[in-house]
């Protein structure tokens, strides 16, 4: 491949996105650059003044189905597929009248924009853009002759380059400018693909393809030496990667997941019925509770584990208000994400100078479906979101004794954590926020002892004379396999429990609770997360 510059005569510009269009067309005409364009774009260009002629002028033929067919013709494909140097090439385009393109400049149909807003399966189709990725995909196979935008954001390093060069573009650029119009291409295709496999309902497509579109380059990954980058997905879901950063430092790798671990939970808790706090430290929530207001909610969960709540994440579940604010910022916070935030609240924060505000716009819906994607060596593990929330389900009271409503108010709260907490998981809770949370251990019977070991640290750090745990509700993500592990929750103090239930010694765990007086819930529905 040649290493040299390529004057830019003549420019095919087609896009839907028209941010910044006049002002790069005005400077290509600068250069002496002839421009050809189509439809909507054509028609601003002229009427921005500025000389123009419309692709049906080079094809000879006009615009027609509905604009579906009009740059599908070899007198563009040839000027942007020819090469220069092929003395062939050169005889064919002679022969033919086909004139060299040297930029194409496409931004393509908004599919994905038009799959978000909701509309119908018609103008989704319609929005599938067929002669635009083609024209991308020839322009960027024979970059080492014709420079190929796909976005606004690179007008302007083809305009310095034109500055630079003397109207020429360097090779350097142009593939660049190629590996991204290939992989642009490639995640519109993508979305579209998924589009058709969730409308035809199809679980388990032959080929699964993800497109992301860069937010940001990350400092590193979850550790130094390792390289990371954050980016957006078609999916609409309010999250971290829909939120307004309103200060702080940039995120991190490990912000960014822990953040969404920690808004993913907070939207568990409706915020028409309640005020709610999740506090997350390494993926984990280290404590969660519900109260009359933010603040008092913040407080129940910081009271969980106030030590792992150091340097942690604090999620809400509806705006922050000056006194949340202010009680957040009494300790050491990574980041506080909420739907939205006063003006005071705001100020607060900004004393922090390094602590993140994240303002989502809305919480995401637990029961909306979706898929998650984990890569294994080689492979990838897609299956569809966890969207099975405790209301929904139909509990089973499996011991002699049936809850408390009060006890099972708290067993539906502890089953809405162990949702989110890695496997194994137990969380205890009493009065609406979570006493001990015991995660991510090999042996149920070890979350449980971690997460009443937990509880014993707080009740001595807050001076009590026990544990929060004596009088709680316990959740467990996954049937105990054992009795043993239950056994080491009723030691603890909790008076009930919830599980999935399925073991083969369901018998021996529910005589257990028997024996010990204390209720257990069935909910038929397995949490596990790892």
């Not at 708290?410 to 009493?430: E, G, M, P, Q, W």
């Not at 239930?501 to 596990?528: L, N």
């Amino acid at each position: 491949m040649t290493d040299h510059s390529r004057p830019v005569t003549r420019a095919l510009l087609s896009v839907s996105d028209k941010t910044g269009l006049i002002e790069f067309a005005r400077a290509l005409v600068a250069h002496g650059v002839e421009l050809i364009s189509t439809g909507g774009t054509a028609k601003a260009i002229a009427a921005a003044g500025l000389k123009v002629s419309d692709v049906s002028d080079l094809t000879g033929f006009p615009e027609m189905m509905d604009g579906r067919v009009k740059t599908l013709h070899p007198k563009v494909h040839g000027g942007l597929l020819a090469i220069r140097d092929n003395a062939e090439h050169l005889q064919s385009m002679k022969q033919h009248g086909i004139v060299p393109i040297d930029l194409l400049v496409v931004n393509l149909y908004p599919f994905e924009a038009t799959v978000e807003k909701g509309a119908s399966d018609e103008d989704c189709i319609e929005n599938i853009d067929i002669g635009g990725p083609a024209m991308i995909r020839a322009a960027a196979k024979n970059h080492d002759d014709v420079a190929v935008v796909v976005e606004p954001a690179d007008y302007q390093s083809v305009l310095d380059e034109l500055a630079t060069n003397k109207g020429a573009t360097t090779i350097a650029l142009r593939r660049r400018l190629a590996a991204k119009a290939y992989a642009r291409t490639a995640a519109y295709d993508a979305a579209i693909s998924n589009w058709f496999a969730g409308q035809l309902k199809i679980a388990t497509p032959d080929f699964r393809t993800i497109g992301g579109a860069l937010i940001q380059s990350l400092r590193y990954g979850e550790n130094p030496h390792q390289t990371a980058a954050f980016y957006r997905t078609p999916e609409s879901r309010p999250g971290v990667t829909t939120a307004r950063q309103l200060q702080g430092k940039e995120l991190s790798y490990n912000n960014i997941n822990d953040t969404d671990a920690a808004y993913e939970c907070i939207a568990e808790f409706d915020a028409k019925r309640t005020a709610a706090c999740v506090i997350v430290k390494h993926a984990n929530p280290c404590g969660v509770a519900e109260g009359s207001d933010l603040v008092s909610a913040y407080r129940k969960a910081l009271a969980c584990d106030s030590t792992s709540a150091f340097g942690g994440i604090v999620a809400l579940n509806r705006t922050l208000d000056a006194e949340s604010a202010r009680a957040i910022t009494e300790i050491f916070t990574e980041v506080i994400i909420a739907p939205d935030a006063t003006d005071e609240a705001i100020a607060i924060v900004a004393a922090k100078k390094t602590l993140r505000l994240l303002l989502a716009g809305s919480l995401p819906d637990p029961h909306a479906p979706g898929l998650t994607y984990k890569t294994v060596a080689g492979g990838l593990l897609v299956q569809s979101r966890d969207n099975a929330v405790v209301d929904d389900m139909t509990l089973k009271v499996v011991t002699k004794r049936a809850p408390t409503e009060a006890e099972m108010r708290d067993l539906k709260f502890a089953f809405r954590v162990a949702k989110h907490v890695k496997s194994n998981t137990i969380v205890y809770v009493k009065d609406l926020a979570t006493v001990g949370i015991g995660a991510g251990q090999m042996s149920r019977i070890d979350s449980a002892r971690i997460a009443a070991r937990k509880a014993q640290d707080a009740a001595v750090e807050m001076k009590l004379a026990e544990p929060l745990t004596k009088g709680s509700v316990v959740a467990s993500d996954a049937f105990f396999p054992f009795a043993d592990g239950l056994l080491v929750a009723i030691e603890a103090g909790a008076t009930a429990v919830i599980q999935p239930g399925g073991s083969i010694r369901d018998d021996e765990v529910i005589k257990a609770a028997d024996d010990a007086g204390i209720a257990m819930v069935f909910t038929g529905v397995r949490h596990f997360k790892h």
